[in-house]
Nanobody, 121 residues
Framework: QVQLVESGGELVQAGGSLRLSCTASGRTSSRYTIAWFRQAPGKEREFVSRTTLTGTVYADSVRGRFTISRDDGKNTVYLQMNSLKPEDTALYYC????????????????WGQGTQVTVSS
């Protein structure tokens, strides 16, 4: 079992920055894919970014503005979000899986509770 806890979400003005953290506990391993997804009210959960031992992937909507990184010594994955836009407003989740490295949320087995990001215009 792996437990995930997100933090760092808050209210920020458009153009601002935030750094989200996802800290894992339990049977953690650097072999896990860690991904960030987000879900706005009334919308589908959408892929944001993911990191594996072999590299990172970003959604088109965040590429160039968001950066994912991981510190396996701290069992933590970060999502640095710059140049935030009102459309980035959502509940941000981190997810982990040992087998999947894709962008579909249904592929991920472990989930955190989410952290709210609100970007005001």
């Amino acid at each position: 079992q792996v437990q995930l806890v997100e933090s760092g979400g808050e209210l920020v003005q458009a153009g601002g920055s935030l750094r989200l953290s996802c800290t894992a506990s339990g049977r953690t391993s650097s072999r896990y894919t860690i991904a960030w997804f987000r879900q706005a009210p009334g919308k589908e959960r959408e892929f944001v970014s993911r990191t594996t031992l072999t590299g990172t992937v970003y959604a088109d909507s965040v590429r160039g503005r968001f950066t994912i990184s991981r510190d396996d010594g701290k069992n933590t994955v970060y999502l640095q979000m710059n140049s935030l836009k009102p459309e980035d407003t959502a509940l941000y989740y981190c997810a982990a899986d040992l087998l999947s490295s894709g962008t579909a949320w249904r592929e991920y087995h472990y989930w955190g509770q989410g952290t709210q990001v609100t970007v005001s215009s």
